[in-house]
């Protein structure tokens, strides 16, 4: 038996051809699965910086007010209501918006130690990811698969 070293080397000719081939379908999928692992944090935090300044918009007024500018905020980034969603698929159904008037057990006039606040939630629920890759293969389904993110909430004080 020869040592490998000793194969003449037009024995080998196609070899880095052949390891490449079957080495880069899983290079692939993980290369598609990291692109789409990085798009749901991106979507996520852009939830979430959404959800705090819809909050911080509604810590300035007074409690029951400017729900519908919160809603912009956090649905569009802007107060005007126009452009497109900051999420694809996300909409002013799914912000929830709790404060002293529509959640007064919990969020009017909170003690301290140092006096009482009232506070404001603003929620995201219900959005669901949708992956951009999705290689139907038969009744198998290769690609990441979507999923629906849990409650994106931000709470803070609210002007008294």
């Known amino acids: 038996m020869r040592h490998a070293a000793t194969v003449p080397r037009k024995r080998q000719r196609g070899v880095a051809a052949v390891e490449f081939g079957i080495l880069i379908v899983p290079l692939m999928l993980m290369l598609f699965g990291l692109t789409e692992y990085g798009r749901a944090i991106y979507q996520y935090n852009t939830l979430a910086k959404a959800t705090r300044d819809a909050t911080r918009f509604l810590s300035t007024v007074a409690p029951g007010n400017g729900w519908g500018t919160a809603r912009c905020l956090a649905v569009y980034g802007n107060t005007a209501c126009n452009g497109a969603a900051l999420a694809p ?14 959640c007064p057990t919990t969020h009017a006039v909170v003690n301290t130690g140092q006096g009482s606040v009232n506070l404001v939630t603003v929620t995201i629920s219900g959005y669901q990811f949708h992956s951009l890759i999705d290689f139907p293969v038969g009744a198998l389904t290769i690609g990441a698969p979507d999923m629906t993110f849990g409650n994106i909430s931000n709470t803070m004080r609210q002007a008294l």
């Open 89 to 102: 698929g996300l909409t002013a159904a799914m912000v929830q918006i709790c404060d002293a008037t529509n």
